[in-house]
């Protein structure tokens, strides 16, 4: 068996979302400002209607959809990443430490460099938590081994 095999059949069920859930995430519409199709100065992001002749507020046909409350999602599944992993910030090995891999994965903050992105890496695969954003260099991780050990003996030597 190769050891992409092996990765695979060792690696955990996620707890997916339900497909509910999923399903209800789909269905929301695209909550946009208004006129903001009208004027390319008026982006898109979310503002509440306030113009006493507003369409949009008085909630006329033809008009987009206005923020409610019932587009929400249910409370226990609010903010859990598609996977259906609660989404855990790591800038180091050692807050590792810190995740329970049944729920919840480990993203790597975007400050973190190539070397420790890798040792972050592997020190996951280690403990068997999900990272969402692995690095794209694999190879990468025997080049920074390699330089380590490198590091070691010329510690040793002095």
Same mark, same amino acid.
């Given at each position: /068996?190769?050891?992409?095999?092996?990765?695979?059949?060792?690696?955990? %069920?996620?707890? #997916?979302?339900?497909?509910?859930?999923?399903?209800?995430?789909?269905?929301? =519409?695209?909550? +946009?400002?208004?006129?903001?199709?009208?004027?390319?100065?008026?982006?898109?992001?979310?503002? %509440?209607?306030?113009?006493?002749?507003?369409? /949009?507020? +008085?909630? #006329?046909?033809?008009?987009? #959809?206005?923020?409610?409350?019932?587009?929400?999602?249910?409370?226990?599944?609010?903010?859990?990443? =598609?996977?259906?992993?609660?989404? @855990?910030? @790591?800038?180091?090995? *050692?807050?590792?430490?810190?995740?329970?891999?049944?729920?919840?994965? !480990?993203? +790597? !903050?975007?400050?973190?460099? %190539?070397?420790?992105? /890798?040792? +972050?890496?592997?020190?996951? *695969? *280690?403990?068997?938590?999900?990272?969402?954003?692995?690095? @794209?260099?694999?190879?990468?991780? &025997?080049?920074?081994? *390699?330089? !380590?050990?490198? @590091? &070691?003996?010329?510690?040793?030597?002095?």
């Amino acid at each position: /068996m190769s050891s992409a095999e092996e990765r695979k059949s060792e690696r955990k %069920k996620s707890p #997916r979302l339900p497909r509910r859930v999923s399903s209800n995430r789909r269905k929301r =519409p695209k909550f +946009i400002r208004q006129e903001s199709w009208r004027y390319k100065r008026v982006r898109a992001a979310w503002r %509440k209607p306030r113009g006493i002749d507003s369409r /949009m507020r +008085i909630q #006329r046909s033809g008009s987009p #959809r206005l923020v409610k409350v019932g587009y929400g999602s249910p409370k226990k599944y609010r903010g859990l990443h =598609p996977s259906g992993f609660r989404e @855990v910030l @790591v800038h180091n090995p *050692e807050e590792l430490k810190s995740i329970d891999p049944e729920a919840q994965a !480990a993203r +790597i !903050a975007a400050t973190v460099g %190539k070397r420790k992105r /890798m040792l +972050i890496s592997e020190a996951a *695969e *280690e403990k068997g938590i999900k990272l969402l954003n692995p690095p @794209v260099h694999r190879e990468a991780l &025997e080049t920074v081994e *390699e330089e !380590a050990e490198a @590091v &070691e003996e010329g510690k040793e030597e002095k």
